[in-house]
């Protein structure tokens, strides 16, 4: 009953600021054309519980309206030699656009797609990048051992989101957005009466071309390392061993806490990896990942909001894990 009470009670006090602060930069990295709420949120969670699916558009989807675009259309969209290709042409089966064999009006309908972002996105993304960075700094100075021993918690939360941070840059600088779907564009465009684009044949496709290696080669470089190894990896896993050696080491199981969603994005962004190499004919990858990817987007999402409900109130730790969590200063020797 107490713990139910102390519950009430926190609910009834106000969000911590670094809690809402890292609303934007989760919407930020989950930003998708699809219509419906329902569709935006289920690809929030999609790059909530796969950290690759977000990064992969992030850091290797040129900010152009042409490629930022097309990145949403399926593989049945392009064509190369007059015929249709197997996979998307992004990442490493990337292709070039051949866009003076295109037509007019689908660049046209594709560079409707895109907008500006709004001053109001890109300050709301600038407050996120804020307490990511104050997280970062308080992590590294109680790891460090540059304080005292104070027993107290830091917001693991912003920390645990810190891979989130190429998102942020790209909203703030590049400031593009796709907000408009363009598969619905181009179907709408095949259907307007003054152009009658009914048949196959006759479909709105995306002319492409080969990648010659010198270009291509370096590119699957960076996916693998940038945007795999680095950032949907090592990155999410540092706020670990800082949680480990903040002191009372070991803190009262934080960084087993922090280690099981880790995990998480470890496995699931090995999955995604490993489909985008084997090729993918639509931007929601194979129909049972996507299920699963979902699926683990609200799992984190539920152990992001108890790690910060559990980094506010310290009696939880032991409530619900058990005296082993119970580490203080004064077990220790300093």
Known sequence: ?????????????????????????????????????????LWIMRCLGCPFTGLF??????????????????SDRFKEDGKPISFR??????????LSDQDPQVIQSLEECIAEASPLDRLSSLASAYYVFVGIFAGLTKAMHLAHCTEEDWPYLPLSLSWTLPAVYKRVFGGRMVVRDPRERLEKLEKDPNERIEEPENRTYIVVRDLPDHVKNPNDASIFVVTFILFSLIIPWITVPLAYFSRPIGFGCRSKYISVLCSIWTVNSTIAFISHVLGEKSVYSRRILSIWFYFSGIIVAILLLLLAL????????????????NLTCSNQDY
């Open 310 to 325: 559990l980094s506010r109130t310290r009696s939880w730790w032991v409530d619900l894990f058990g005296e082993s969590c």
């Open 57 to 74: 558009y992030v850091l290797n989807v040129k900010d152009d309206p042409i490629s930022a675009t097309t990145y949403w259309l399926n």
């Open 89 to 98: 042409p992004f990442g490493h089966h990337a292709k070039e656009i051949n």
């Open 1 to 41: 009953m107490t713990t139910l009470q102390d519950l009430i009670r926190i609910l009834e006090d106000p969000a911590p600021q670094y809690v809402l602060g890292c609303i934007p930069v989760i919407v930020t990295i989950g930003t998708a054309p699809d219509n419906g709420l329902g569709n935006k949120l």
